[in-house]
Nanobody, 111 residues
Framework: QVQLVESGGGLVQPGGSLRLSCAASRSISNTMDWYRQAPGKQREFVAR???????NYADSVKGRFTISRDVAKNTLFLQMNSLKPEDTAVYYC???????WGQGTQVTVSS
């Protein structure tokens, strides 16, 4: 069992930045993802970091978001820059090994 707790969400103006964190109860050295779900829409993939450190991004966030992790601290990050209103969603941390999900953190991009 792995507990995942996201934090760092909030309200930000268009063009602003936020850094999301996901604290895990044990090792996150395996493949980890960020997903998001906007109101009335399906949950969608945002970014992935594999066990060897390879990263992948959805086309909609490529060049603006960066996924990273601190294995020693069991923490996954998502640095989000140049935020747009369409980035508004609940962001979820996901551990592929075991299919564990966090409870989500709300990100709202609005002026």
């Amino acid at each position: 069992q792995v507990q995942l707790v996201e934090s760092g969400g909030g309200l930000v103006q268009p063009g602003g930045s936020l850094r999301l964190s996901c604290a895990a109860s044990r090792s996150i050295s395996n493949t980890m993802d960020w997903y998001r779900q906007a109101p009335g829409k399906q949950r969608e993939f945002v970014a992935r970091i594999t066990w060897v450190g390879t990263t992948n991004y959805a086309d909609s966030v490529k060049g603006r978001f960066t996924i990273s992790r601190d294995v020693a601290k069991n923490t996954l990050f998502l640095q989000m820059n140049s935020l747009k209103p369409e980035d508004t969603a609940v962001y979820y941390c996901h551990a592929e090994n075991g299919n564990y999900w966090g409870q989500g953190t709300q990100v709202t991009v609005s002026s």
